[in-house]
């Protein structure tokens, strides 16, 4: 079945760099649109980025653009989520997204059936 594992998280101070990984198994990697999403306690999980099958087109939500890169690894399975000059708003859990059927434009929780348990991002100031 289709597993997605997240690791990479922690607590950083503001202004620093995290990478996110999520590791893939259970389906074919390569025929998954692929996102990163994150939510706030008390909140509705958001779209954060998300790249088409072949790692060639991404999105990003306004408040990350120009700060987080999201790419993937077809061959190994991996998606990644670069995150620079992090901001305390940037605190939340961040969750890995697949779905096969799924645009790689800006998205919702419902465009993804596929999800890891998430890893912590913490940003200190």
């Known amino acids: 079945q289709v597993q997605l594992v997240e690791s990479g998280g922690g607590l950083v101070q503001a202004g620093g760099s995290l990478t996110l990984s999520c590791t893939a198994s259970?389906?074919?990697?390569?025929?998954?649109?692929m996102a990163w999403f994150r939510q706030y306690p008390g909140k509705e999980r958001e779209f954060v980025a998300s790249?088409?099958?072949?790692?060639?087109?991404?999105s990003y939500w306004h408040s990350v653009k120009g700060r987080f890169t999201i790419s993937r690894d077809n061959a190994k399975d991996m998606l990644y989520l670069q995150m620079n000059s992090l901001k305390p708003e940037d605190t939340a859990m961040y969750y890995c997204?697949?779905?096969?059927?799924?645009?790689?434009?800006?998205?919702?929780?419902?465009?993804?059936?596929?999800w890891g348990q998430g890893t912590q991002v913490t940003v200190s100031s």
């Open positions: 997204a697949g779905d096969p059927y799924a645009g790689y434009n800006i998205g919702t929780r419902s465009d993804y059936g596929s």
């Open positions: 259970g389906f074919t990697f390569s025929t998954y649109t």
């Open positions: 790249i088409n099958k072949n790692g060639d087109s991404t």
